[in-house]
């Protein structure tokens, strides 16, 4: 059994613990908004955070995993009201929707550390793959979502 | 009158023997030092040269770019996604390092790994230009020069290159994207320490 701590809740899991988080994430725990996308972390469908920092779930082992805050896209907001899901909505950003949850995770890192990020620095941490090309309403998105954080902040 | 022209001409003589002796002299000294430092620079390249094939093989050098960026592969190609060397040479905010690099090499997804992944600071670059290593001499002076190599002097060098976790993984890379194993160094990790050992003890000279 595997002790991991998933949305502020503790679970008790058999698996293996050199497998990857990813399946702990969807297959015992059943959160499925986490996706399986290349399983060799390049495309970022995986993204989730690991003690508030982004993190590849096909390329974590659950071992390494143990002891640590894991949050998936469930786990980011109640009711969906993350800054960043509500930018989504607002832009329209997914097409066909399967890496949108592990970018919106990434863009949290991201506003987590720089809450304005100017275009380079949103290039640099967006490194998550989109088959449908969204990249430019991906950017929007994260724009509006730091321009309500400042605007929330006067 | 011609007693005082022959003493004079003696002189001169005596003078110019004198002089001819010491430029000879001299010159013999100045090839002998050319020649001892031609000695001391050939055996530089010799004990160095096996050093200098492991700093330089991608599993090592991959991370010591003058670049803003880290590379990968045996092809040495830019990391892929545009990956960026940020502030602290441990990527960029929101996109870490450790964003895919865990404390281990993942056995499923091949990803490497090994604790606090990071790039070599920008003083520790091992590249003359980007994409291209060092000379064997350049890279020996700048792996002694304790401005960029972290301050340690002859011991701590390889105590470091005997220790460091991050040297160890090159040697235990483990299987790529595809399941293939990485390759490793030239040498083994005990070569490799016997090879700087061997350079240290005699001084640690460096190829031209």
Known sequence: MVALNVNGQQHEIEIEPEAPLLWAIREQLALTGTKFGCGVAACGACTVHLDGQAARSCSVSVAAAVGRQITTIEGLAPNRSHPLQQAWIAEQVPQCGYCQSGMIMAAAALLAVVPQPNEEQIAQAMTNICRCGTYQRVRLAIQRAARQHLEQGK | ????????????????????????????????????????????????????????????????????????????????????????????????????????????????????????????????????VMTAGALCRRVLDKSRNGGRDLHALEEHLQNDHFIQWAWNPGVNSRGQARETPPLSHEQFMQAVRRWTAAGAPCPD
């Not at chain 2, 031609?38 to 010591?64: M, Y």
Request: some cysteine; overall charge positive; aromatic content about 6%.
């Open chain 2, 1 to 132: 009158m011609t007693m005082r022209v022959v003493r004079r001409v003696s002189v001169i003589g005596a003078c110019m023997m004198f002089f001819i002796g010491i430029v000879t002299v001299l010159n013999l000294h100045a090839q002998d030092t050319a020649r001892g430092q031609s000695a001391k620079t050939n055996v530089g390249a010799a004990l160095f040269a096996p050093i200098a094939s492991v700093l330089v093989h991608p599993r090592c050098v991959n991370c010591h770019p003058m670049t803003d960026y880290p590379r990968q592969g045996n092809d040495r190609h830019r990391h892929l996604f545009l990956v960026a060397r940020g502030t602290d040479d441990r990527g960029a905010a929101g996109a870490r390092c450790t964003l895919c690099h865990q404390s281990q090499t993942q056995r499923d997804s091949g990803v490497p790994g090994a604790a606090d992944w990071r790039m070599a600071p920008l003083a520790m670059a091992w590249e003359s230009e980007p994409g291209v």
